[in-house]
T-cell receptor, first 113, second 115 residues
Framework: DAKTTQPPSMDCAEGRAANLPCNHS???????VYWYRQIHSQGPQYIIH???NNETNEMASLIITEDRKSSTLILPHATLRDTAVYYC??????????????FGTGTRLQVTL | ETGVTQSPTHLIKTRGQQVTLRCSSQSGHNTVSWYQQALGQGPQFIFQ???????GRGNFPPRFSGLQFPNYSSELNVNALELDDSALYLC??????????????FGEGSWLTVV
């Protein structure tokens, strides 16, 4: 029941910005968009999340369109260590306090020299 | 380092057996969720615990059950193991919030192999 669509794979040159797109056209008004990455089937690593405003932290920036139907994760200066599977996720609420993260199949980002 | 710890990291069980996986949530986090990740797939939500009660469940049969303790740590129990239960089991913790966009942190997972 994934609510997101991502390209299966992307390449990026080291030092360049990596822009990972995500479609979530059926997102509801109270549902957040989260981004995680996973390296070699370790636990998912939190990157960033947002509701409707653009967000930035030390790892990345998240750009959410005004209609909230899509978003882009930006890694400003990709390094080889950023090679991973990146998941765009919608946090779905059952009730005000119960929720789940709906993972799709993610984007495999390959950073090359 | 997320502060979410899981044990054991790897284990092998025989079909039909039972298994218990454990999770210690990050300090201050009172909500714990469990996810199953089969090889090559994204994690799938099993259930969530808050205040020692299950308050949300995914499409998993009743032989998947859990507990949350007063210190917010949690257990995932799987009875009558099947071969398809072989997967990485992930624990995620967060603080409580009403429709809150709080940060959710995952542990490194427990690899379960059923033979």
């Amino acid at each position: 029941d994934a609510k997101t669509t991502q390209p299966p794979s992307m390449d990026c040159a080291e030092g360049r910005a990596a822009n990972l797109p995500c479609n979530h056209s059926t997102i509801s008004g109270n549902e957040y968009v989260y981004w995680y990455r996973q390296i070699h089937s370790q636990g998912p690593q939190y990157i960033i999340h947002g509701l409707k405003n653009n967000e930035t932290n030390e790892m990345a920036s998240l750009i959410i369109t005004e209609d909230r139907k899509s978003s882009t994760l930006i890694l400003p200066h990709a390094t080889l260590r950023d090679t991973a599977v990146y998941y765009c996720i919608v946090r779905v609420f059952f009730t005000g306090t119960a929720s789940k993260l709906t993972f799709g199949t993610g984007t495999r980002l390959q950073v090359t020299l | 380092e997320t502060g979410v710890t899981q044990s054991p990291t790897h284990l092998i069980k025989t079909r039909g057996q039972q298994v218990t996986l454990r999770c210690s949530s990050q300090s201050g986090h009172n909500t714990v969720s469990w996810y199953q990740q089969a090889l090559g797939q994204g994690p799938q939500f099993i259930f969530q615990y808050y205040r020692e009660e299950e308050n949300g469940r995914g499409n998993f049969p009743p032989r998947f059950s859990g507990l949350q303790f007063p210190n917010y740590s949690s257990e995932l129990n799987v009875n009558a193991l099947e071969l398809d239960d072989s997967a990485l089991y992930l624990c995620a913790s967060s603080s409580w919030g009403y429709y809150s966009g709080n940060t959710i942190y995952f542990g490194e997972g427990s690899w379960l192999t059923v033979v």
